[in-house]
Nanobody
Framework: QVQLVESGGGLVQAGGSLRLFCAAS????????MGWFRQAPGKEREFVAA????????DYADSVSGRFAISRDNAKNTVYLHMSSLKPDDTAVYYC??????????????????????WGQGTQVTVSS
């Protein structure tokens, strides 16, 4: 059973940057597609970014494209979310998720929560204005 643990969240001012970490254990991280989602108070969990198993294919929600970047280090079993030009609307609990996938391409199907088999517990990101 794969376990995911997020870290790196915190309080940051608007316009600032933050990097989130998601450490995986207990499975084959290097053959897993990984995604980041977020959930703001009173809202549904929404897609943020996804990466195929190698990091060679990525996808982003329109709301974060150009500001956020997903990357991974398979040697460290870790996926990252680099966030810049943060806005108060980015305030949410951020979750990483994974699924076994050897696909070389992450398409729109990876934007769905149902596409993922395992989830972390989340890390809070708060952006002050």
């Amino acid at each position: 059973q794969v376990q995911l643990v997020e870290s790196g969240g915190g309080l940051v001012q608007a316009g600032g940057s933050l990097r989130l970490f998601c450490a995986a254990s207990g499975g084959t991280f290097s053959s897993s597609a990984m995604g980041w989602f977020r959930q703001a108070p009173g809202k549904e969990r929404e897609f943020v970014a996804a990466s195929n198993y190698s990091g060679g294919s990525t996808d982003y929600a329109d709301s974060v494209s150009g500001r956020f970047a997903i990357s991974r280090d398979n040697a460290k079993n870790t996926v990252y979310l680099h966030m810049s030009s943060l806005k108060p609307d980015d305030t949410a609990v951020y979750y990483c998720a994974g699924r076994r996938s050897a696909s070389a391409y992450v398409g729109t199907g990876y934007r769905s929560r149902q596409a993922y088999d395992y989830w972390g517990q989340g890390t809070q990101v708060t952006v002050s204005s």
